[in-house]
């Protein structure tokens, strides 16, 4: 979902747009709460395990699992991949609206093989918060685990293989893409050595979104850290047993490494099942985070997810504000992504929208394969990126005000230096970094210019 948040004080962002919108808030218009339009399913929507090559990790963790949308007779299928702590469910409203305006597509979305360590049993019990925030639920201890110090960027492309030639069966035409960082892995997938066969040649097409090689993140303020000696460091931790990322504990809502991930989906179940209703999970928000007054299941989730409480780009949307002066503030939209969307992708439990226990050893291999070349730094990792000069399908890239232009500019930079016959750069900076994958279709420029580049013929 987002590559990593910024290296910055994320309370103190935070907090100062909270003090902003609440001197907005004067004279609310009412608990209001326009629930966004979710577009229909367009036929089944199975969500299937895909056998894959062992991993070392428990029993059932030896596959993937993908999310169909649309028909099984398309002659093309879009293969997409979430970014760091991304799952399948980030694709699901994007995919009905590209499938609704492309004939003959199918959509699949990746989850990878951690999804399988998460326990969302609790979204079906009587009591989530309870069984979440209470400890109730099974956690992957990181002591427990060491299994995940291998679960880096080889292991990934080579369950993405399995998914990819699935996706191709009976001549069907594969595009590939993925959103932050799984733009980052689609790009790897198709530089890979797979025993001989560059990733490249099972393909039509590459799709980028907000993510990317070749300096993609610079613009964020937060570029990879690649170093000899930082991958030293960083490798280091793992063997220590530091096996996954807790990034996202910057955040300030747990230390645990599902802790975010947790939040996040208790309050898209909440605002999903009772939007107007006073807010669940305010009272269990950690002090530090505490609103200065009572707000609704929506209103919760809004202050999450919304860029004007100061929230890093990484994690936010565009999406409306608080109003109200009553007991309960709600919600009501005034932006490009209704909150009705995001509640209904981040409700979950499957597919879910965020991935709970990211490999800390896959942050490593994907900041080493920004360089996009082999490397003896790569090389010394087991990175097979043997092929990215040699790169002939189309590419399609698409940026937000995520990473202030560096997401086309070094699109551009692997179109030069390869062989790509044509690529479709485009950019809408009225967008932060999730907001492509749950604004509406009519505001969203992602849907619209990747529908053209789809439809558009290749040569494969």
Known sequence: MTKRLPRRAVLGGMLGGLALASAAMGTGAGSAWAVGRVRGAVGPE?????????????AGSDRVHVLKVGPDTAGTVLVLVPGMFGAAGDFR????????????????????????????????????????????????????????????????????????????????????????????TALAYAAWDFDGSPGYQGLAGLVVVDGGVRGAFDGTGDPVADSPQEVRERLAAIDAGAVFDRTLSGVGLGSRAESTQIWYQLAGHYALSDPEGRSVLQPRLPEA????????????????VDASFGWPNAITVHSGHLAGSGDVRGWVDSGITPLGRVAAAYAGPVPAVWEWYWPARLSVDLDVADAYTDSALAGSLGLRLHHAQRLDIPLYAFGTSYAGGTITEAARTVVADSRIPYATYETDDGMNHLDPLFTAPAHNTLTRTLTEFLTRPTAR
């Open 93 to 184: 409203l994007l995919a009905r609206d590209l499938v609704a305006a492309v004939p003959g597509l199918q959509v699949w979305a990746l989850d990878r093989r951690e999804e399988n360590l998460a326990d969302r049993s609790g979204f079906a019990a009587p009591d989530p918060v309870g069984y979440y925030l209470d400890g109730r639920y099974r956690t992957q201890d990181p002591a427990a685990s060491p299994f995940a110090a291998d679960w880096g960027l080889a292991l990934a492309l080579a369950d993405l293989r399995v998914v990819v030639q699935a996706a191709g069966r009976g001549g069907r035409r594969v595009v590939l893409g993925g959103h932050s960082w799984g733009a980052t």
């Open 289 to 304: 985070l505490r609103l200065p007054y009572p707000v609704s299941n929506a209103g919760l989730l809004g202050f999450l």
């Open 46 to 58: 199975p969500y299937v395990p895909v056998a894959v090559g062992s991993g070392g990790g428990p």
